[in-house]
């Protein structure tokens, strides 16, 4: 793309047609041939401003007078810029850089992210989320990549973003999330993997182990029983009882991987991370179900990018790791050398605000891995409010408490609402504590879809005016707070010095 001469807009002429003093995003100014492109915020709107002439003029949808148009932040307007300003476009993590799932509930977090990302090469997910979270925002996964496309254009972010529709679980969702745009498929096949078997006994193990197909356990007997493979430095043997345990628990997975794989995967047009979640359930995956499972990928000719283990230990929501660190180390070697030897990364979920593991994934991985991020920066929103406008918060807590019980059946936390300070005794200039007691981050960081959606009795939302209005005054320090806690967590991954 040639970029021209640099020209400016006229302000005077944008305050009078708005109606409203305007402010220019800087780092957006941009020159395509004969027209000019920036970003600008009046009142409480943003807008993408074309002044000029040419293809990126006409093509953009909005009002025009003398030469200047003015454009809503309208899925179309985004595709437009797609094509005229590349680097506005998600792409797939091809160069398998050091990622990191960022994710951004409320559409409003990504520049934030991208200040927090300045002096790394950290690949982001900036839009990143699951079904689940799309129906508590009411949003789609078109308006999570605008938002993050329209983000990447205001900061003048040229260094590459992803988009995951993360945890999808069947086929349709597949299809529409890479229909939208996505460059990042995580397939979460949890309904595929028998929970049950872990725990079965020697004789409940064998009854079940005789009703399954005796071509499929001949097959996986030929193939691994009692085995040993050289994983790194050590040696894992596939022994009868515990192959039987994971033909049990996975071979439906498997199935299930691969027939995605090779609907979605193998012959799209573009580059596709294409991760494999194993993590949603009760049991951590041990070891030898990890080498089972990149071998039976290998052998099906399923090329993944990465790959989510259900780790040992408490990944629980918004709150650090819960659990032995040194066995989660000493696991943590064998996962590492096992997705080396098989050529894909490891990814970490429920990643945020695990600080006591970071420095631990850092040494030991010693390489390209990613993390998953999401709901910290919606906390780090309930910050501000916090901060700025102490009687929503009080409102917000209030109402979260009332829809703790409903939210929880989609989480698993050890909440303990009664540990949680009285709000009555604690002052205004005390509430931004609450985002430091992990009982409270969890109440807030589960409830989030309740506090977006929620309605009076007339129909309005209780607080998504008042939270996004605050949001936009002070956008500034929202990036502050982000950047604050994104860094923590960069520097303790090693991804930032």
């Known amino acids: 793309m040639e970029i021209y001469e640099e020209r400016t807009v006229n302000i005077q002429h944008l305050e009078h047609r708005l109606k409203s003093k305007i402010s220019i995003y800087e780092q957006s100014l941009t020159n395509l041939g004969s027209c000019t492109l920036v970003m600008v915020k009046a009142g409480a709107q943003?807008?993408?401003?074309?002044?000029?002439?040419?293809?990126?003029?006409?093509?953009?949808?909005?009002?025009?007078?003398?030469?200047?148009?003015?454009?809503?932040?309208?899925?179309?307007?985004?595709?437009?810029?797609?094509?005229?300003?590349?680097?506005?476009?998600?792409?797939?993590?091809?160069?398998?850089?050091?990622?990191?799932?960022?994710?951004?509930?409320?559409?409003?977090?990504?520049?934030?992210?991208?200040?927090?990302?300045?002096?790394?090469?950290?690949?982001?997910?900036?839009?990143?989320?699951?079904?689940?979270?799309?129906?508590?925002t009411n949003r789609t996964f078109k308006d999570v990549i605008d938002a993050a496309s329209y983000a990447v254009f205001q900061e003048g972010y040229t260094y590459g973003f992803g988009a995951d529709g993360d945890h999808l679980k069947k086929s349709e969702e597949i299809k529409q999330a890479l229909e939208d745009g996505a460059t990042m498929i995580t397939l979460d096949s949890s309904e595929q993997i028998d929970p049950t078997i872990q725990n079965l006994d020697v004789e409940g193990l064998q009854t079940r182990y005789e009703a399954l197909d005796s071509e499929i356990r001949e097959l996986y007997e030929g193939l691994y029983a009692d085995q040993e493979f050289s994983i790194g430095t050590s040696t894992l043997r596939l022994d009868l009882p515990t192959l039987k345990r994971d033909i049990l628990t996975y071979h439906k997975a498997l199935d299930f991987i691969q027939n995605i794989y090779k609907q979605h995967i193998l012959h799209s047009e573009h580059p596709i991370d294409f991760e494999i979640s194993i993590d949603e359930t009760d049991t951590p995956t041990d070891p030898k179900s990890h080498l089972f499972i990149a071998k039976e990928l290998k052998r099906r000719q399923v090329v993944i990018s990465t790959l989510a283990p259900r780790f040992v230990g408490e990944f629980q929501k918004g709150i650090d790791y819960i659990g032995d660190t040194a066995e989660f180390e000493r696991q943590l070697v064998l996962h590492v050398a096992i997705a080396k030897q098989y050529r894909y990364r490891l990814s970490i979920h429920s990643g945020s605000d695990k600080f006591s593991i970071f420095p631990i994934l850092a040494q030991t991985i010693k390489g390209s891995f990613h993390v998953k991020t999401a709901g910290?920066?919606?906390?780090?929103?309930?910050?501000?409010?916090?901060?700025?406008?102490?009687?929503?918060?009080?409102?917000?807590?209030?109402?979260?408490?009332?829809?703790?019980?409903?939210?929880?059946?989609?989480?698993?936390?050890?909440?303990?609402?009664g540990k949680i300070q009285d709000l009555e005794s604690m002052k205004d200039k005390d509430l931004p504590s609450y985002l430091n007691d992990d009982n409270t981050r969890q109440l807030l960081h589960i409830t989030y879809g309740y506090l977006l959606e929620d309605e009076d009795?007339?129909?309005?939302?209780?607080?998504?005016?008042?939270?996004?209005?605050?949001?936009?005054r002070e956008e500034e320090h929202y990036k502050q707070l982000l950047d604050a806690h994104i860094s923590r967590h960069l520097s303790l991954l090693g991804f930032k010095k």
């Open 46 to 136: 943003r807008y993408l401003v074309a002044s000029g002439s040419g293809p990126v003029f006409d093509e953009l949808e909005g009002e025009t007078e003398k030469q200047c148009k003015i454009c809503p932040l309208i899925h179309e307007n985004r595709l437009v810029l797609n094509t005229y300003l590349p680097f506005t476009h998600p792409v797939a993590n091809t160069t398998k850089r050091p990622s990191l799932g960022l994710g951004d509930r409320l559409g409003k977090a990504t520049p934030g992210h991208i200040r927090a990302l300045e002096g790394t090469s950290v690949f982001p997910i900036f839009a990143q989320q699951s079904i689940r979270e799309l129906n508590f």
């Open 457 to 472: 009795e007339t129909g309005g939302k209780l607080f998504k005016k008042s939270f996004f209005n605050l949001l936009f």
């Open 376 to 417: 910290t920066n919606w906390l780090e929103a309930v910050r501000l409010v916090a901060e700025k406008d102490p009687a929503l918060y009080r409102r917000m807590h209030n109402h979260a408490i009332k829809r703790f019980s409903d939210a929880k059946s989609f989480y698993h936390v050890t909440t303990d609402i």
